[in-house]
């Protein structure tokens, strides 16, 4: 059945539930009534909602915005000055102070959680920041933080904002390559890690990771090391600086430095369909009042509430809704270290019970991995706290939707289906849950200020009609958008404003249906998404092809039952070697190594030959159907240089997806 048709055969499916549309933020009258106002006079609705932080100096000027080739520009509230640490945390204290602000939940279940509340994050952060000073660090340096999820992650970001140096998180998943091409990129001038990251009951030893990036390093950077597991760890004298050392003799008194509104908050390295991943800059105002309104909206969010985003902080999922956005809004955010299955398939739903969540928000691949390890790891739980859960990451397909509704929501959550991007700063499209019926699989309408459209990828012309398929463009800024791809102004224009002119280019495709919702039907472009992670498939190549063995590899997507996506790749290799099980093994090893266990190929098909152009392009179009098993319809091959490569790739095409 499709996915229409399945939502239009059980219409209380995505009906908002009665008790919830009653003490919702926001119903269906003033979503109306706000999102046309935000459209039609986008100066006085911001200016408005922008007051919703503390300011030190107020805005005088709200949007100055323009995505016209040549003079891409985005300002939002430029003359006014703020600082977002003091937005997080100080201006919390007076009314709750001894309310808890971070609940940590470790990887290991027998290590107590941690509750902080603001007046102790409010310590840390301070004496962290002094930290930071003594280390030199000062307003415009980068730091970069390559940290698990631990307590030290949320402090080192808002200590870094309280002196406006600008934070480049670097998962903790990724390889010394990946972490060394990042401390360069931005030039960092110091690394806050730690010796271990325990997650799902093994170690990542993050700090030797950072000793043998910084060999690559061309500047010098210090390093902050957090003691996470105290296990030993090498040591370099005058490079090497212990956290827990430096903040026993900090003092606790910092006060927050005034920044402009669109000064840098942090760079965020994310994949594109080119070259090596992008620095996505955000800023500090806008940034933070997006992140800000659209947590409280989106997840209809109410004072009191425990919030569980289970994003990594290295992610922008992370950045937003479990630092920037709830603690902007005085919540209590949860922060959990493992996985969803260590040590069983239920820690979810038993962190779920423990802190009495409220709002849970998750990926589709992580949905999908539990939904097939049987129901009973969900029932033996209390789920009875949840009030809503959200997605992110990729499009949830029906299945995994009706049983996150059914077993885990008991059909009495309404689910947020949340599209938007690591350039995007916030949700884009997504329900707010007390105004908008959802359909499974549909992130149904824009949020405010968010104007959409439809473009025909070959005429680059808005398609007007309600319902519409095509690319998905923005046509007008909103607060939370990217400024900029750090140091390469030029890259910014050219991946999201030069496609499609006077648009922002969300690299999506999309479908409006008949009631005007969106359905995200995944990425156009060379990106692909594995369980929710972002991936170009350039990158994966050139770590392949700088294997000795490897003469050339060409990257694709492939349909994957639980990580959505799978990495799909064709290796052609050098004249004498000849392809083996180990160096099948050899090649995988290779790739988690130069970027990390998250790049892992799925499938490596050897190619004696890739399809090209007589121009020598490779067609990946032929290679996605071919690891797609669909071979009908390979279209136009006519331009092929040499037709009987196609046929030796169908007859060897793996078949162990
Ligand atoms: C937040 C985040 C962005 C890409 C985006 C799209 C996909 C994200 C989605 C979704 C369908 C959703 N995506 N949310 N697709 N429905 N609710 O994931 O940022 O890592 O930059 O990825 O993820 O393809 O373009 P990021």
């Known amino acids: 059945m499709s996915v229409k048709a399945k939502a239009a055969a059980a219409p209380e499916v995505g009906a908002i539930p009665e008790n919830f549309k009653a003490k919702a933020h926001i119903d269906a009258a003033t979503y109306e009534k706000m999102y046309a106002a935000s459209i039609s006079d986008p100066e006085a609705f911001w200016g408005e909602h922008g007051k919703r932080l503390d300011w030190i100096k107020p805005y005088s000027k709200v949007k100055d915005t323009s995505f016209e080739p040549g003079n891409i520009s985005i300002k939002w509230f430029e003359d006014g000055t703020l600082n977002v640490a003091a937005n997080c945390v100080d201006r919390h204290l ?7 602000a971070i609940i940590f939940e470790p990887d290991d279940i027998h290590e107590p959680a941690q509750y902080i509340t603001y007046r102790q994050l409010h310590n840390q952060v301070s004496k962290l920041a002094n930290v930071l000073e003594q280390l030199g660090i000062r307003k415009g340096d980068r730091v970069v933080i390559y940290l698990p999820m631990i307590p030290e992650a949320a402090y080192a970001m808002l200590a870094c904002a309280r002196i406006g140096a600008v934070h480049s998180i670097v998962f903790a998943g990724f390889s010394p390559d990946a972490l060394a091409a990042r401390v360069n990129g931005c030039d960092a001038k110091l690394v806050i890690t730690a010796d271990y990251a325990p997650r ?67 760079i965020l390295y994310t994949s594109g369909s080119t070259g090596h991943p992008k620095g996505v800059v955000h800023s500090t105002g806008g940034y933070l009042v997006y992140a800000a309104m659209t947590h409280q909206y989106t997840f209809d969010y109410h004072d009191g509430d425990v919030f569980w985003c289970t994003a990594d902080v290295g992610w922008v999922t992370g950045h937003s809704y479990i630092v920037y956005g709830p603690l902007a809004n005085g919540a209590t955010t949860v922060m959990f270290e493992g996985v969803p299955t260590y040590p069983d398939p239920g820690r979810f739903w038993e962190v779920c019970e423990k802190h009495k969540v409220n709002q849970f928000y998750t ?20 789920l009875s706290s949840l009030k809503l859960l959200g997605s992110v990451g990729e499009p949830i397909n029906p299945e995994a939707w009706n049983w996150y509704n059914e077993k885990v929501g ?60 095509g690319v998905l463009c923005l046509k007008d800024s909103w607060p939370g958008q990217m400024r900029g791809v750090w140091d390469d102004h030029g890259r910014f224009e050219q991946a999201y404003f030069s496609d499609y002119k006077g648009y922002y280019f969300s690299g999506d495709g999309c479908r409006r249906d008949a009631d005007g919702y969106y359905w995200i039907t995944g990425r156009v472009d060379d990106v692909i998404n594995v369980s929710g992670h972002r991936m170009g498939t350039a990158e ?46 050899e090649l995988r090893q290779w790739v988690r190594h130069e970027i990390g266990p998250i790049a892992s190929p799925d499938l490596i098909q050897w190619a004696p030959g890739l399809p090209k152009t007589r121009s020598g392009k490779i067609m990946r179009r032929i290679l996605r159907k071919i690891a797609e098993n669909d071979y009908g319809s390979l279209g136009d091959t006519s331009t092929l240089a040499d037709p009987s490569v ?10 162990k997806g």
């Open 94 to 100: 007076k009314k709750r102070g001894n309310q808890t």
């Open 646 to 655: 196609v046929e030796d790739l169908i007859e060897n095409r793996m078949n």
């Open 540 to 585: 994966v190549e050139s770590a392949l092809v700088a294997h000795a063995k490897v003469a050339e590899a060409a990257v694709v997507g492939y349909p994957h039952p639980v990580k959505g996506q799978g990495i799909y790749c064709y290796v052609t290799l050098m004249n004498d070697v000849e392809p083996t099980q180990e160096l099948y093994q």
């Open 200 to 266: 799902g009951g093994r170690k990542t030893p993050l700090k030797s990771n950072t000793d043998a990036a910084l060999l690559h390093c061309i500047h010098d950077p210090k390093v902050l090391m957090v003691r996470r597991t105290r296990e030993q760890t090498t040591w370099v004298e005058g490079r090497d600086f212990d956290y827990g050392e430096m903040m026993l003799e900090a003092s606790d008194v910092q006060h927050p430095i005034e920044i402009n509104a669109e000064d840098p908050l942090f």
């Open 363 to 382: 990926a589709p691949t992580a949905i999908r991995a539990l939904m097939g390890q049987g129901d009973e790891w969900v029932e033996k739980h209390d």
């Open 410 to 469: 008991k059909g009495k959550c309404p689910i947020v289906d949340t599209w938007w991007q690591t350039e995007t700063g916030g949700h884009l499209i997504t329900p707010l849950p007390g105004a908008i019926s959802t359909k499974p699989g549909s992130a149904t309408k824009p949020f405010f200020g968010v104007q959409p459209v439809i473009l025909d990828p070959q005429s680059g012309l808005e398609i007007d009609s309600v319902e519409a398929e």
